[in-house]
Protein backbone atom coordinates (compact mmCIF):
# COMPACT_ATOMS: atom_id res chain seq x y z
CA UNK A 1 0.00 0.00 0.00
CA UNK A 2 1.52 3.27 -1.03
CA UNK A 3 1.93 6.07 1.30
CA UNK A 4 -0.23 9.57 1.01
CA UNK A 5 2.51 11.92 0.59
CA UNK A 6 0.01 14.49 2.02
CA UNK A 7 -0.29 12.80 5.14
CA UNK A 8 3.07 12.14 7.65
CA UNK A 9 3.98 8.67 8.58
CA UNK A 10 3.34 9.39 12.03
CA UNK A 11 1.42 12.14 14.33
CA UNK A 12 -1.56 14.68 12.94
CA UNK A 13 -1.23 16.32 10.03
CA UNK A 14 -1.10 20.35 10.18
CA UNK A 15 -4.17 21.02 9.47
CA UNK A 16 -5.92 18.51 11.61
CA UNK A 17 -3.83 20.54 14.64
CA UNK A 18 -5.26 23.55 13.55
CA UNK A 19 -9.03 23.00 13.74
CA UNK A 20 -8.94 20.67 16.96
CA UNK A 21 -7.31 24.23 18.38
CA UNK A 22 -9.74 26.46 17.03
CA UNK A 23 -12.90 23.95 18.51
CA UNK A 24 -11.23 23.89 21.93
CA UNK A 25 -11.87 26.71 24.86
CA UNK A 26 -9.40 29.01 25.30
CA UNK A 27 -8.18 28.87 28.91
CA UNK A 28 -6.73 32.40 30.52
CA UNK A 29 -4.13 32.10 33.38
CA UNK A 30 -5.82 33.86 36.49
CA UNK A 31 -3.94 36.31 37.74
CA UNK A 32 -5.09 37.60 41.99
CA UNK A 33 -5.96 41.35 41.99
CA UNK A 34 -3.52 41.54 45.03
CA UNK A 35 -0.59 41.74 42.75
CA UNK A 36 -2.26 43.25 40.08
CA UNK A 37 -0.68 46.37 41.69
CA UNK A 38 2.48 45.14 42.93
CA UNK A 39 5.76 44.64 41.73
CA UNK A 40 5.83 41.14 42.89
CA UNK A 41 6.20 38.18 40.32
CA UNK A 42 6.48 34.25 40.65
CA UNK A 43 9.06 32.23 38.84
CA UNK A 44 7.41 29.06 37.26
CA UNK A 45 7.62 27.19 40.16
CA UNK A 46 5.48 29.26 42.53
CA UNK A 47 8.01 29.68 45.15
CA UNK A 48 10.77 32.56 44.92
CA UNK A 49 9.20 35.61 44.96
CA UNK A 50 11.14 38.33 42.33
CA UNK A 51 10.81 42.05 42.89
CA UNK A 52 10.85 44.56 39.57
CA UNK A 53 13.38 47.12 40.18
CA UNK A 54 11.83 50.71 39.98
CA UNK A 55 15.22 53.21 38.92
CA UNK A 56 13.58 56.00 39.75
CA UNK A 57 12.73 55.59 43.59
CA UNK A 58 15.48 53.09 44.10
CA UNK A 59 14.03 49.68 45.93
CA UNK A 60 15.40 46.12 46.00
CA UNK A 61 16.73 44.16 42.57
CA UNK A 62 18.79 41.72 41.19
CA UNK A 63 23.36 41.71 41.57
CA UNK A 64 22.66 42.10 37.41
CA UNK A 65 24.51 45.58 36.14
CA UNK A 66 21.98 47.01 33.74
CA UNK A 67 22.64 49.69 31.37
CA UNK A 68 19.62 51.63 33.28
CA UNK A 69 21.27 50.93 36.48
CA UNK A 70 24.04 53.00 35.19
CA UNK A 71 22.80 55.91 33.34
CA UNK A 72 19.36 56.35 34.89
CA UNK A 73 19.34 56.45 38.57
CA UNK A 74 18.90 59.88 39.69
CA UNK A 75 19.84 59.41 43.36
CA UNK A 76 22.81 57.29 43.51
CA UNK A 77 24.11 58.88 39.47
CA UNK A 78 27.66 57.67 38.64
CA UNK A 79 30.21 59.89 37.50
CA UNK A 80 30.30 58.99 34.11
CA UNK A 81 26.70 59.76 33.90
CA UNK A 82 27.08 63.06 35.56
CA UNK A 83 29.84 63.95 33.12
CA UNK A 84 28.00 62.29 30.31
CA UNK A 85 25.07 65.16 31.16
CA UNK A 86 27.04 67.74 31.55
CA UNK A 87 29.04 67.44 28.84
CA UNK A 88 25.90 67.05 26.52
CA UNK A 89 23.97 70.13 28.26
CA UNK A 90 27.08 72.39 28.29
CA UNK A 91 28.52 71.11 24.57
CA UNK A 92 32.02 70.75 25.64
CA UNK A 93 34.44 68.26 25.24
CA UNK A 94 37.03 66.59 27.75
CA UNK A 95 40.71 66.85 26.97
CA UNK A 96 43.25 65.33 28.57
CA UNK A 97 45.63 67.80 30.28
CA UNK A 98 48.57 65.69 32.01
CA UNK A 99 49.12 63.96 34.88
CA UNK A 100 48.65 65.61 38.54
CA UNK A 101 51.08 65.04 41.28
CA UNK A 102 49.55 61.75 42.45
CA UNK A 103 50.55 60.45 39.05
CA UNK A 104 46.64 60.24 37.94
CA UNK A 105 45.00 61.78 34.61
CA UNK A 106 43.44 64.95 35.17
CA UNK A 107 40.61 66.29 32.31
CA UNK A 108 40.14 69.68 31.69
CA UNK A 109 36.98 71.00 29.46
CA UNK A 110 37.59 72.81 26.35
CA UNK A 111 34.62 74.76 24.40
CA UNK A 112 33.99 73.28 20.98
CA UNK A 113 35.67 75.89 17.79
CA UNK A 114 33.12 77.62 16.08
CA UNK A 115 33.12 79.69 13.52
CA UNK A 116 37.00 81.35 12.90
CA UNK A 117 39.07 79.18 14.35
CA UNK A 118 42.17 81.00 13.99
CA UNK A 119 40.33 83.42 16.66
CA UNK A 120 41.54 80.21 19.21
CA UNK A 121 44.98 79.69 18.12
CA UNK A 122 47.71 80.79 20.45
CA UNK A 123 51.55 81.00 20.46
CA UNK A 124 53.77 83.16 18.14
CA UNK A 125 51.19 83.77 15.44
CA UNK A 126 48.78 86.99 15.07
CA UNK A 127 47.61 86.23 18.53
CA UNK A 128 50.51 85.60 19.92
CA UNK A 129 50.19 87.27 23.80
CA UNK A 130 51.78 89.90 24.91
CA UNK A 131 54.78 88.42 27.26
CA UNK A 132 56.87 91.73 27.79
CA UNK A 133 53.47 93.67 28.47
CA UNK A 134 54.12 93.25 32.34
CA UNK A 135 58.00 92.03 32.02
CA UNK A 136 59.89 94.05 34.44
CA UNK A 137 64.07 93.33 34.01
CA UNK A 138 66.52 95.44 36.15
CA UNK A 139 68.80 97.39 33.91
CA UNK A 140 72.24 97.83 35.06
CA UNK A 141 74.61 101.04 35.35
CA UNK A 142 77.51 100.60 33.27
CA UNK A 143 81.20 102.10 34.36
CA UNK A 144 84.04 101.14 32.23
CA UNK A 145 86.14 104.48 33.88
CA UNK A 146 88.70 102.04 35.80
CA UNK A 147 89.28 99.55 32.95
CA UNK A 148 92.62 99.96 31.34
CA UNK A 149 91.12 99.19 27.88
CA UNK A 150 88.90 101.97 28.01
CA UNK A 151 91.37 104.46 29.14
CA UNK A 152 93.58 103.54 26.27
CA UNK A 153 91.06 103.99 23.82
CA UNK A 154 89.35 107.09 25.47
CA UNK A 155 93.17 108.41 25.51
CA UNK A 156 93.53 108.38 21.58
CA UNK A 157 89.47 109.30 20.85
CA UNK A 158 88.72 112.67 22.30
CA UNK A 159 86.90 113.51 19.14
CA UNK A 160 84.05 111.83 17.87
CA UNK A 161 82.11 112.61 14.60
CA UNK A 162 79.03 114.78 14.56
CA UNK A 163 76.74 112.00 13.12
CA UNK A 164 77.44 109.36 15.67
CA UNK A 165 77.09 112.10 18.21
CA UNK A 166 73.80 113.30 16.76
CA UNK A 167 72.55 109.38 16.35
CA UNK A 168 74.02 108.24 19.96
CA UNK A 169 72.09 110.66 21.40
CA UNK A 170 68.53 109.01 20.17
CA UNK A 171 67.34 110.90 18.16
CA UNK A 172 67.75 109.53 14.80
CA UNK A 173 70.47 106.69 13.00
CA UNK A 174 73.16 107.96 11.41
CA UNK A 175 72.23 108.50 7.69
CA UNK A 176 69.73 110.84 8.87
CA UNK A 177 71.68 112.91 11.23
CA UNK A 178 73.67 113.78 7.80
CA UNK A 179 71.04 115.09 6.82
CA UNK A 180 70.04 117.09 9.76
CA UNK A 181 73.82 118.07 8.99
CA UNK A 182 73.61 119.55 5.57
CA UNK A 183 70.62 121.40 6.18
CA UNK A 184 71.40 123.31 8.76
CA UNK A 185 69.77 122.13 11.82
CA UNK A 186 72.74 121.48 13.99
CA UNK A 187 74.49 123.89 16.28
CA UNK A 188 77.77 123.52 17.81
CA UNK A 189 78.56 125.60 20.83
CA UNK A 190 76.27 128.11 18.76
CA UNK A 191 77.73 128.07 15.45
CA UNK A 192 75.72 126.00 12.80
CA UNK A 193 77.68 122.92 11.25
CA UNK A 194 77.58 121.49 7.83
CA UNK A 195 80.89 120.30 7.41
CA UNK A 196 80.05 116.49 6.91
CA UNK A 197 82.93 114.64 9.19
CA UNK A 198 82.88 117.51 11.55
CA UNK A 199 84.20 116.26 14.68
CA UNK A 200 82.97 117.37 18.35
CA UNK A 201 84.04 116.36 22.32
CA UNK A 202 81.45 115.03 24.42
CA UNK A 203 81.45 118.41 26.65
CA UNK A 204 80.81 120.27 23.55
CA UNK A 205 77.14 122.23 23.49
CA UNK A 206 75.30 120.15 20.67
CA UNK A 207 71.97 121.97 19.90
CA UNK A 208 68.61 120.37 17.85
CA UNK A 209 65.29 122.32 17.36
CA UNK A 210 66.38 124.63 20.31
CA UNK A 211 67.29 121.45 22.51
CA UNK A 212 70.30 120.21 23.95
CA UNK A 213 71.09 116.49 23.41
CA UNK A 214 73.68 114.58 25.13
CA UNK A 215 74.64 111.19 23.92
CA UNK A 216 72.82 108.54 25.72
CA UNK A 217 73.83 105.91 28.70
CA UNK A 218 74.64 102.76 26.41
CA UNK A 219 71.86 99.95 26.50
CA UNK A 220 72.58 96.40 25.93
CA UNK A 221 69.55 94.04 25.40
CA UNK A 222 69.78 90.07 25.02
CA UNK A 223 66.57 88.87 23.36
CA UNK A 224 65.42 85.38 23.01
CA UNK A 225 63.70 85.53 19.61
CA UNK A 226 60.59 83.09 19.02
CA UNK A 227 58.69 82.90 15.35
CA UNK A 228 57.35 84.74 13.15
CA UNK A 229 58.97 88.32 13.53
CA UNK A 230 61.09 90.19 11.09
CA UNK A 231 64.84 91.44 12.45
CA UNK A 232 64.83 94.84 11.05
CA UNK A 233 64.04 98.14 12.76
CA UNK A 234 60.98 99.25 10.41
CA UNK A 235 59.23 97.10 7.93
CA UNK A 236 56.77 99.22 5.24
CA UNK A 237 54.17 96.09 5.35
CA UNK A 238 53.46 96.32 9.05
CA UNK A 239 54.97 93.02 10.08
CA UNK A 240 55.47 92.23 13.34
CA UNK A 241 59.41 93.04 13.80
CA UNK A 242 61.76 92.17 16.58
CA UNK A 243 61.61 95.90 18.01
CA UNK A 244 57.76 94.92 18.77
CA UNK A 245 59.13 92.63 21.75
CA UNK A 246 61.57 95.18 23.08
CA UNK A 247 60.08 98.46 23.07
CA UNK A 248 59.06 98.75 26.37
CA UNK A 249 62.89 97.76 27.48
CA UNK A 250 64.14 101.46 27.61
CA UNK A 251 63.72 104.95 26.58
CA UNK A 252 66.77 105.00 24.13
CA UNK A 253 67.04 104.26 20.78
CA UNK A 254 68.50 101.01 19.92
CA UNK A 255 69.07 98.69 17.15
CA UNK A 256 69.78 94.93 16.70
CA UNK A 257 72.95 93.68 15.77
CA UNK A 258 72.91 91.01 12.70
CA UNK A 259 70.01 89.08 11.56
CA UNK A 260 68.00 86.45 12.72
CA UNK A 261 65.44 85.34 9.71
CA UNK A 262 61.43 85.05 10.27
CA UNK A 263 61.30 81.66 11.32
CA UNK A 264 64.80 81.07 12.92
CA UNK A 265 64.52 81.42 16.79
CA UNK A 266 67.67 82.15 19.31
CA UNK A 267 69.63 84.55 20.94
CA UNK A 268 69.39 88.54 19.32
CA UNK A 269 71.48 91.17 20.91
CA UNK A 270 70.59 95.13 21.13
CA UNK A 271 72.06 97.78 21.54
CA UNK A 272 72.79 101.97 20.74
CA UNK A 273 76.90 101.30 21.03
CA UNK A 274 77.58 101.41 17.29
CA UNK A 275 81.55 100.39 18.45
CA UNK A 276 80.16 97.38 19.51
CA UNK A 277 77.91 96.78 16.94
CA UNK A 278 80.48 97.26 14.11
CA UNK A 279 83.16 94.90 16.30
CA UNK A 280 80.46 92.41 16.35
CA UNK A 281 79.42 92.39 12.78
CA UNK A 282 82.89 92.77 11.29
CA UNK A 283 83.95 88.93 9.61
CA UNK A 284 87.62 89.33 11.15
CA UNK A 285 87.04 89.51 14.46
CA UNK A 286 85.13 85.76 13.91
CA UNK A 287 82.50 85.60 16.58
CA UNK A 288 81.41 82.24 17.83
CA UNK A 289 77.57 81.29 16.71
CA UNK A 290 76.42 77.83 17.84
CA UNK A 291 73.06 76.49 16.07
CA UNK A 292 70.62 73.69 16.77
CA UNK A 293 69.41 72.92 13.40
CA UNK A 294 66.81 69.86 12.47
CA UNK A 295 66.62 68.56 9.66
CA UNK A 296 63.82 66.70 7.63
CA UNK A 297 65.40 63.71 6.88
CA UNK A 298 69.18 62.23 8.74
CA UNK A 299 72.41 63.54 8.00
CA UNK A 300 74.50 60.86 5.79
CA UNK A 301 78.13 60.39 6.99
CA UNK A 302 79.37 61.44 3.58
CA UNK A 303 76.97 65.12 3.56
CA UNK A 304 78.84 65.21 7.59
CA UNK A 305 82.28 65.11 5.90
CA UNK A 306 81.73 67.58 3.39
CA UNK A 307 80.27 69.73 5.47
CA UNK A 308 83.26 70.02 7.88
CA UNK A 309 85.78 70.45 5.03
CA UNK A 310 83.96 73.24 3.49
CA UNK A 311 81.73 73.88 0.58
CA UNK A 312 81.60 76.23 -1.98
CA UNK A 313 78.33 77.85 -2.38
CA UNK A 314 77.57 80.35 -4.66
CA UNK A 315 79.19 83.19 -3.05
CA UNK A 316 81.96 81.90 -2.32
CA UNK A 317 83.27 79.05 0.68
CA UNK A 318 81.55 77.95 3.50
CA UNK A 319 83.78 77.00 6.45
CA UNK A 320 82.27 75.68 9.32
CA UNK A 321 84.12 75.60 12.62
CA UNK A 322 82.47 72.41 13.92
CA UNK A 323 79.44 69.88 13.42
CA UNK A 324 78.11 67.64 16.26
CA UNK A 325 75.51 65.11 15.35
CA UNK A 326 72.37 65.47 18.43
CA UNK A 327 70.33 62.50 18.18
CA UNK A 328 70.24 59.38 17.64
CA UNK A 329 68.33 59.33 14.22
CA UNK A 330 70.77 61.90 12.96
CA UNK A 331 68.21 64.59 12.20
CA UNK A 332 69.16 67.50 15.10
CA UNK A 333 72.28 68.82 14.92
CA UNK A 334 74.56 71.43 16.90
CA UNK A 335 76.56 73.52 14.30
CA UNK A 336 78.94 75.81 15.24
CA UNK A 337 80.30 78.92 12.60
CA UNK A 338 81.77 82.26 12.53
CA UNK A 339 80.74 83.61 9.53
CA UNK A 340 77.97 85.90 9.00
CA UNK A 341 76.33 85.55 5.50
CA UNK A 342 72.83 86.14 4.68
CA UNK A 343 71.22 82.36 5.79
CA UNK A 344 74.57 80.89 5.78
CA UNK A 345 72.95 77.72 7.49
CA UNK A 346 70.10 77.06 5.53
CA UNK A 347 71.81 77.58 2.22
CA UNK A 348 74.89 75.21 3.94
CA UNK A 349 71.91 71.96 3.86
CA UNK A 350 70.00 73.52 0.98
CA UNK A 351 73.02 72.65 -1.16
CA UNK A 352 73.42 68.88 0.24
CA UNK A 353 69.23 68.58 -0.48
CA UNK A 354 68.50 68.78 2.83
CA UNK A 355 65.47 71.21 4.27
CA UNK A 356 65.96 72.89 8.00
CA UNK A 357 63.03 72.14 9.57
CA UNK A 358 63.68 74.03 13.01
CA UNK A 359 66.97 76.60 13.16
CA UNK A 360 67.61 78.14 16.83
CA UNK A 361 70.55 80.06 18.00
CA UNK A 362 71.87 79.06 21.45
CA UNK A 363 74.61 80.59 21.76
CA UNK A 364 76.25 84.33 20.53
CA UNK A 365 79.76 86.18 20.94
CA UNK A 366 79.94 83.60 24.46
CA UNK A 367 76.05 84.62 25.65
CA UNK A 368 73.83 81.62 26.21
CA UNK A 369 70.16 81.80 27.08
CA UNK A 370 70.05 80.17 30.35
CA UNK A 371 66.76 81.26 32.13
CA UNK A 372 66.15 83.07 29.17
CA UNK A 373 62.11 81.95 27.78
CA UNK A 374 61.34 82.13 24.46
CA UNK A 375 60.11 85.76 23.52
CA UNK A 376 61.25 87.33 26.70
CA UNK A 377 65.01 89.60 27.00
CA UNK A 378 67.07 90.64 29.77
CA UNK A 379 69.85 93.38 30.09
CA UNK A 380 73.33 92.03 29.79
CA UNK A 381 75.94 92.61 32.72
CA UNK A 382 78.28 94.92 33.44
CA UNK A 383 81.08 91.70 33.53
CA UNK A 384 79.41 90.83 30.38
CA UNK A 385 79.43 93.53 28.68
CA UNK A 386 83.56 94.19 29.49
CA UNK A 387 84.16 90.78 27.91
CA UNK A 388 82.56 91.93 24.57
CA UNK A 389 84.07 95.50 24.61
CA UNK A 390 87.73 94.99 25.90
CA UNK A 391 88.31 91.29 25.76
CA UNK A 392 86.53 89.25 22.53
Known amino acids: MKNNPRKPFFGKDKSEKREESQDRPKKFKSVKSDFQSSDKRFDKKGSKPRFKKD????????????????????????????????????????????????????????????????????????????????????????????????????????????????????????????????????????????????????????????????????????????????????????????????????EERIFPIGRLDRNTTGLLLFTNDGELAAKLSHPSNKIKKIYQVTLDKPLTKNDEEAIREGLTLEDGLAEVDDLQVLSVDRRILGLEIHIGKNRIVRRIFAHLGYDVTALDRVLYAGLDKKDLKRGNYRFLSEKEVVKLKFFL
Open 55 to 250: FNEGGPSDNRKSPSKRFFNKEEESPKRERYERDSNLGTKRTYVGRGKDQKPMYGEKAPEKGNRSSAKRGFGKNRPNRIQNQEVPRPEYDFQDIPQAKNKKSGAELIRLNKYIANSGICSRREADQLIQNGQITVNGEIIKEMGYKVKRDDRVVYNGKRINPEKPVYILLNKPKDFITTTEDPLERKTVMNLVENAC
